[in-house]
């Protein structure tokens, strides 16, 4: 019996690790593919021979990407547009999260059912009457035109990952800083906010990496070359001619735009499932 037992659980845990394997292939190898062909040469680019590495290495591609254009100015503003966006919707998201989670509001469940349909708002759907607002004020071709709106659409999942944390803290630590004479706004950013630093963490990276990878509103809110992020940039390579992609620059940029990310996800990982977990086992 106990033989049986344990044959089956040794049965389950290698289709568990097979699943996991399969899993891992399917995400990282499109990766590793991009970063193959942004060190493969174009005379072996599109050979039908298959290699997990590259047939003959070169860093021509990436030098094209510094040299033919202006990459370090769109990776300069990509990074001001997200950080700036972060910091606004962790700011934001904390009071807007701390009071859902520990004022007595009226309608909070109104409110919290507001914020959850705004974030489900198609962003085509309001492009038109954004554009014509942001260029009403003279923001088109701006920063601000891109964080304003950029703040906009992560506010929501912020508050909401922000609010789930707060109300799952234990109410005596904020009855302490009450009875030391805090009130409200000394004890979110003296005793809350420190507490509530995975899942800040947390936010923080959803929140830089949404606003990073953002296309349609920098593609329709940027008019000058000079102001596009990332994603534009990228998407506006072109070839020696009209008919040709410069395939090999295209993943030498994808590859040094998504490698930080990659890097900050690592460096952060016990932050980031410690707080995406927080709150869901209670002792």
Known sequence: MKLGMRSKKNIEKTFLYIFVVVIFIYFVFPFWWAIRSSFTSNTFLFTKDFSLLPP?????????????????????????????????????????????ARLKIPGKVLIMGSILAVSMFPQVSILGGLYQLLRSMGLIDTYPGLIIPYTAITLPLTTWILQNFFRDLPKSVEESAYIDGCNKFQTLYKIVIPLSIPAIVTTGLLTFIQAWNEFMFALTFVINPEMFTVPVAISMFTGASQYEQPWGQLMAASVIITVPLVLLVLIFQNKIVEGLTSGAIKG
């Open 56 to 100: 003959e290495w070169t860093f021509d591609h990436y030098i094209g990407v510094f040299r033919e254009h202006n990459f370090l100015r769109n990776i300069l503003n990509s990074i001001i547009v997200a950080g700036s966006t972060t910091l606004f919707s962790l700011v934001l998201g904390s009071f807007a999260g701390y009071a859902v």
